[in-house]
């Protein structure tokens, strides 16, 4: 009875939780916007208000796919690109907003405008004391004045997720020398931090970096 139940939530619990994510993403995009499509549908003989709300997250969810595609469209033209720059200078004008715009975008920038092929690495090295060690995705070379500060010219920032939730964790600063570079794929690596190391990635062989 015992092994047929861990069977049966090791198959339901994947599931529940691709449905409560997809649940949760469509609620945050569509509730902004949620009293605005509801009233006139409220108008209509369309039925109960749970319908009425299924209805308006649908209507919702297709005007945000087409006004996104709409303004992939438009940034591909001159102007638009001379308004979002208008745009920049003005927000960067504003105290306290333009750190939090500006930090945002060049998050945003480095993570899907850039041509480098960043956490695409996973290495092993001993963290938190030798003997003991983490697995972590390669981010960038470190900053120069890291590098100077820590004396070692050749440092490299490396993002270590954290088990079971890979969106927090840490950032650390390592010799290049002190690394393992692992034939791992970084899809692998964060199963296996996620599953807290119950799900194994594929065998790793050390190669150089």
Known sequence: MKK????????LLPFAVTVMSVIFVVNLLTQPFMGIVTHPLSLLPIGSEKLIRTISQLLILVFLFFFTLGIGMVAQRFFFKALMKLGDRIVSKIPIVRKVYKTTKEIFQTLFASDKKSFEQVVMFPFPRKGSYVLGLISRNAPETCSKAGSNPDMIT????????PTSGFLIMRPRQDLIYLDMRSEDALKYVVSCGVVPPEPAKEIEP
């Open 158 to 165: 490396i993002f270590v997720p954290a088990t079971p939730n």
């Open 4 to 11: 047929y139940f861990i069977t049966g939530l090791v198959t």
